[in-house]
């Protein structure tokens, strides 16, 4: 038998024989090497993006009915977006070390959202975005900028504000194509993509947390829902704009004001250390670096420099952002181009302002008429209505329940609170409800995702048990918010898109249209939502007579030919265009009644005021003839 060897003690000197057998080692188990699972992040956005190449040629655009592309989208297609949205789930659980993946998945689901329109429509996406591709063909024709010219419909605050302009006629000659139109409806896209780094560095600023940063990318493309980012002033200003508040907000910090946030630990587990405080010879130079952006941006668009200057100002609330300089700057930039460039719209404005402070229910009108008419629109303006208080109620829960976000994150919360005075001053042009709610749109999102993904390590002195909680609520919370943000996005985006494609015959009737006018003709129509309408418009004269209040379009009908003859210069060459655009956009935007653009139709071409030029069954072209003529 073995020789039990007996346990050494303190003191004592029991110790085995020298010659006693040494006792042998205890077996040791083969620890069981289990096969590391295989990364598979990669596979449902590879098996979505096929699914969306499958579902795309089977989109019927062409037959678009009341619900726009909502009921022309393949299934398919829905279980493209399905498999995006879990594959990026997917990805959110490995975001600290492989960023890249997420960032992969928002990619694709803003090209899976927002690209088909620009692969499959053989015309302009937005019938109005065409007339700034005519001010672009302008540039390019006369290669002059005339900011007093008294134009019509407002086109010389195009002359006043031509920075985008100038920059796509640019474009236009460097890739050498014919105009803006050929690359005009992917917009949206380039624009999201420019957007995404600057989301990302202002989301950063305040959190370390890599779920959280890209879920709230996911939220705000999900929420942009508004239709600004199409090739306009508004959203190439918008990605600057964004651009200069990410800047601010991560290289502003006043000197001494770092230590106001004690360390990141105490207020928020995800929540980074603050940016640090820069001297004011920092500043200064910081200040020299963003007045070239603030510049284009009040060289591109009229309101987004007044943005800028609200939100700047709201950061001087903070003791962190405070930067009497740069407000100074931003401010004097927009007034030096407002009373030069820009003085014919300016004074003109101001002389309105009187109007519309204070009236906050007209201020915050959608649009001309502010009711829409039809499935399709009715849908999408209920949807739209959703999506912003979804989006509201998820933030205001951010900032209640996650206070030590809220603390650290408060500038962002503050720039996106500022445009919301805007409303008391002017509606613009019905459009300041869906400009104050893009503007805020970047903090609202970082505060929504916050309410869908818990903090990292859980809440500081919270149990074990609490944060096991949380946690399955969040498993649950975050993906039936994601999809209940893509079923809200495709009515709010597609609900309306009948009125957003024009067949390429019924612009080829307009065009040979406006080609044949003599300078200095007016040119009729019911709205200037329809393809080249602004077409050759520094020579043509425009009237949009049915851009007005409902009952006002009511006494109109009565007798249409007579009421456009009365607004009709004496001697002057006229035509009226009226076509399937027109028809489906007075309709859908409640400008007209119900049938109300068929009688205007048959009452024109009935009238012996009007002769017929062309007619099919995109449009008619009618031709004024005087009450002399017609007799």
Known sequence: MQQR???????????????????????????????TPPDLTWLPLVLGLGVWGYALPRIGFRTMGDYGLLDRLPVAFWCSLLLLTGGFLLSLRRAGTAPWWPAAHCVAMLFALKAPPAVLYDSVRYPWASKHDAVITMFLTHGELRPGAALSGNMSAYDQWPGFFSLNAALVRAFGVESAAAYLNWAPIALGLLLMPVLVLVYRTFTDDWRLVWSAVWVFQLANWVGQDYLAPQGFAYVLHLTVLAVVLRHFVRPGSAGTLRDRTRLDPAATTPPPSTSTRQRAVCILILAPLIAAINASHQLTPVMLCVCLLALALTRRYRNYGLLAVTGLLMLAWDVTMGRPLFVETLGTLSDSIGELTRNSRAGYAGQLTGPGPELAGRANVLMVLVIAVLAGGAVVVRRRLTRSALPLLLVSAAPLPLFAVNDYGGEMLFRVYLFGLPGAAFFAAAALVPAAGGARGSSARARAVRKGVAAVALPVALLALVAGFLPSYYGKEKMY????????????????????ALVLAATGSFPQALHRYDELEHWFFAEQELPENEKMLADPAGYLADGIPPGATAYVALTRTQDVYTAGEGLLPPGGFAVLRARLSASPLFKVVEEHRYGVVLEYRSRGESR
């Not at 050494?8 to 069981?32: F, K, Q, Y």
């Open 5 to 35: 060897v007996p346990t050494p003690v303190t003191g004592s000197s029991v110790l085995p024989p020298e010659d006693a057998p040494a006792p042998e080692p205890p077996a040791r188990r083969t620890p069981r090497v289990g096969r």
């Open 501 to 520: 494609y024009t067949p390429p015959a019924e612009t080829a009737m307009v065009t040979r249209t406006l080609d044949r006018a003599p300078a200095g």
